[in-house]
């Protein structure tokens, strides 16, 4: 009866056993042996089938294995890292090498058409670094500092004078100033000879095209520490160059019959004006008139904004630009203002005006001063979406420079 009972339940074990990799043969040794234990003795051998011997080893093999990896591993487990449990590369796993894969090489898909490699993720890209423009407190108070340094060694008198030329008052006072950069320096030595006093590299500068150009000009060459061109440089990481020169310029001609200036009013970011002079050059302006509220000229931020070729464009400043306005215009300037509210554009002032214009550009907050629009002969716009209200001052700049290059080119 107890048979009977207990048979549907051994078929349905057997049955899932069998499933998830457990034999039948191993479920009969374990009840056989329950009744040994249960009658006190022990199960007579009787002779196994060839498919319960295949169960059998197949169950003992799956038992065995842990062991002999274990025994395999015998004397490694001190090791903090074996060969053994290395995670494999990507290019590992079919026995490739790395180079080959999507290359035509071994294994790859894109053997026969010779594709581009294929990227399973995205290559780690550095964030780009930016040289961040030391402000006018900080280069004063660097300046300060090594000015007290009395070591006549360590801080020289000569180098004194250098850096107080990173200063506003130490270019007034001097009337020189510092010229940064292997564009910058390339430009001086080469245009402007005269006024270069002397160029300072860094210990193992390596740019030996300009060393020779340097001393082709016949310009004096010192060499500083990287400790030294820190402090004289007005930048978080030098370039390892700097020219040290005098302060000059050219005046515009205001006599020519045809001319196109810049009025400047009250710019006051280094960078924006250095822009402004390299779009006049660009566009064959012949000269800019900076208003007082203007950032210095020969400011390193501008020197180096304008890539050294500020002093190609002739320019005065420090100008009351109202005075100028009416000597201007006796001189047969026409006096252009741009205002976000004018009616019209460069191109459609009568040309007949156009032979001698100068246009004003003023504060990058502020626009230009309001007065001085009042006083220009002509107002006009330039054309752009409603959904922006102006332009940044070197951008209008540009646009304003192009039109007018064009008039001048048409009036030819």
């Known amino acids: 009866m107890s048979e009977e009972i207990n048979q549907p339940k051994r078929t349905l074990k057997t049955a899932l056993n069998r499933k998830f990799g457990v034999s039948e043969v191993q479920d009969r040794e374990?009840?056989?042996?329950?009744?040994?234990?249960?009658?006190?003795?022990?199960?007579?051998?009787?002779?196994?089938?060839?498919?319960?011997?295949?169960?059998?080893?197949?169950?003992?093999?799956?038992?065995?294995?842990?062991?002999?990896?274990r025994e395999g591993r015998e004397g490694r487990e001190d090791r903090p890292w074996n060969r053994d449990r290395r995670p494999r590369r990507f290019d590992d796993r079919r026995g490739g090498d790395r180079s080959s894969f999507g290359r035509g090489g071994r294994g790859g898909r894109g053997a026969d058409r010779g594709a581009a490699p294929v990227y399973r993720q995205r290559p780690e890209q550095k964030e780009a670094v930016f040289d961040e423009n030391l402000d006018e407190q900080a280069l004063e108070a660097r300046s300060a500092q090594v000015e007290a340094i009395e070591d006549p060694v360590s801080n020289p008198p000569w180098f004194k004078k250098l850096i107080a030329l990173t200063t506003e008052k130490g270019r007034e006072r001097e009337g020189h100033f510092l010229g940064e950069g292997v564009h910058v320096v390339d430009e001086l030595v080469s245009h402007h000879r005269?006024?270069?006093?002397?160029?300072?590299?860094v210990e193992g500068f390596s740019d030996e095209n300009l060393i020779e150009k340097i001393n082709e000009a016949e310009v004096n060459l010192h060499v500083l520490t990287e400790e030294q061109m820190k402090r004289l440089s007005s930048t978080?990481?030098?370039?390892?160059?700097?020219?040290?020169?005098?302060?000059?310029?050219?005046?515009?001609?205001?006599?020519?019959?045809?001319?196109?200036?810049?009025?400047v009013d009250a710019v006051q970011d280094p960078g924006n004006l250095g822009t402004l002079f390299r779009t006049s050059l660009g566009f064959g302006s012949n000269g800019m008139v900076l208003g007082r509220g203007t950032v210095n000229p020969f400011n390193p931020k501008v020197v180096r904004g304008s890539s050294g070729t500020f002093l190609r464009v002739p320019f005065e400043y420090d100008v009351d630009l109202v005075e100028h306005i009416n000597f201007l215009r006796s001189k047969g300037y026409t006096i252009i203002a741009s205002d976000l509210h004018a009616r019209q554009s460069l191109g459609e002032i009568p040309a007949r005006?156009?032979?001698?214009?100068?246009?004003?550009?003023?504060?990058?907050?502020?626009?230009?001063?309001?007065?001085?629009?009042?006083?220009?002969?002509?107002?006009?716009?330039?054309p752009m979406s409603s959904e922006l209200e102006s332009l940044n001052v070197a951008v209008a700049h540009g646009i304003l420079s192009y039109e007018a290059a064009k008039i001048q080119e048409e009036l030819k």
């Open 353 to 382: 005006k156009l032979r001698k214009m100068a246009f004003l550009v003023g504060n990058e907050g502020a626009g230009t001063n309001q007065y001085l629009i009042e006083l220009a002969d002509e107002t006009v716009k330039i």
């Open 30 to 69: 374990r009840r056989g042996r329950r009744d040994d234990d249960a009658r006190g003795g022990r199960k007579p051998f009787r002779a196994r089938g060839e498919s319960e011997q295949r169960e059998d080893r197949r169950f003992r093999d799956r038992e065995d294995r842990p062991s002999r990896d």
């Open 236 to 263: 978080v990481t030098t370039q390892g160059i700097i020219a040290h020169c005098r302060c000059a310029s050219n005046k515009p001609n205001y006599e020519q019959s045809r001319s196109v200036l810049t009025l």
């Open 194 to 201: 005269e006024i270069v006093i002397a160029v300072y590299v």
